[in-house]
């Protein structure tokens, strides 16, 4: 299995520098929500050598993996890991941090699909996979498959609409269940993308027929969206315990980079009395902190060419008042 190469590497390390060289003294501490194969943690702990991470993953079998690149790199005493969806490993992360008198100085969450998910034909992410899974937690019992095969035409169309952005997610949604109810059940995520090929009016083009559908199975399965937005609801209620620090996160569909840019904006509010408020009264002096990518950073043409999957990656960076 070829390590994972984790997007922009270059940028996240500059976003998090400055925090991580201010508080070098400090037992500067990072929680990377989404430890993956441990792409990034591995290289904040290479570049910052005073800094620790608290890594949080729900996928049991990528701790292992990255654990052991840790090991093997000489960097796993610096790792503390903690096995949950992120949403709910960040309170147990800034519990952790305080136990071990660690200031936290950031806070990374790359929340797309790992290299491992997706290359792992036993996962059931890509298109010519033998199984039709899909679960980012091996431990949950929905899968893709049942999404598939048992939600009703009304519920799947809701799932392919919301997640896909599938424009005929109507006539999709009818295409599938009649499928289903002429040929049996679904049983292999390539027995299911080469029907969606077939079914397809965009045919030929860089992107697979199947990817918005599968994207929109996969969302639906994790729970994505309703995970992120947990998250960010638990850093803002740590926001007390996170003077100074810096939060970045890397999205890969306009959905999740509409909730971040919103959220974000919300933070940034020195006004939080009510829109139909007449003047301020409450001080305007509650914004949390500063947004620091009035963008969001995007991956080079040359990172595109080397890792292809870093094509639609999106960084957006936010800095807590001291």
């Not at 990817?211 to 960010?232: S, Y």
């Not at 803002?236 to 999205?251: H, L, P």
């Amino acid at each position: 299995m070829q390590k994972h190469i984790p997007v922009l590497l270059r940028e996240v390390l500059d976003i998090f520098a400055p925090v991580c060289v201010a508080n070098a003294n400090n037992n500067p501490v990072i929680i990377d929500c989404t430890l993956g194969l441990g792409g990034h943690t591995l290289e904040f702990l290479r570049e910052f050598p005073s800094l620790e991470i608290i890594a949080i993953d729900k996928d049991t079998q990528a701790i292992d993996i990255a654990t052991a690149y840790a090991k093997e790199a000489g960097l796993s005493q610096r790792l503390h890991t903690i096995n949950a969806p992120f949403s709910l490993g960040i309170e147990r992360a800034f519990e952790l941090a305080k136990s071990l008198d660690r200031r936290i100085v950031g806070v990374l969450a790359d929340i797309g699909v790992s290299s491992m998910q997706l290359d792992s034909s036993e996962r059931g992410f890509g298109f010519g996979s033998h199984t039709l899974d899909m679960r980012m937690d091996l431990a949950q019992s929905k899968d893709a498959k049942y999404v598939i095969n048992t939600y009703s035409e009304f519920e799947l169309g809701r799932v392919l609409r919301e997640y896909g952005e599938i424009k005929e997610y109507k006539k999709l949604a009818k295409s599938i269940k009649a499928r289903i109810k002429s040929s049996g059940d679904f049983e292999s995520a390539r027995e299911f993308s080469e029907f969606l090929r077939s079914h397809s009016s965009h045919k030929g083009g860089k992107i697979h027929p199947a990817t918005l559908a599968f994207q929109a199975v996969r969302m639906e399965v994790n729970n994505e969206l309703d995970e992120l937005k947990n998250a960010l609801f638990a850093l803002e209620n740590q926001s007390n315990a996170m003077s100074g620090a810096r939060v970045g996160i890397i999205s890969f569909h306009s959905l999740e980079d509409r909730i971040v840019k919103e959220t974000f904006r919300q933070w940034a509010r020195p006004c939080v009395c009510e829109a139909s408020a007449m003047k301020c009264v409450c001080g305007g002096d509650n914004a949390k902190g500063e947004i620091l990518t009035k963008k969001p950073l995007i991956a080079s043409a040359k990172e595109v060419s080397t890792n292809p999957r870093s094509r639609s990656a999106k960084l957006r960076a936010f800095a807590f008042r001291q």
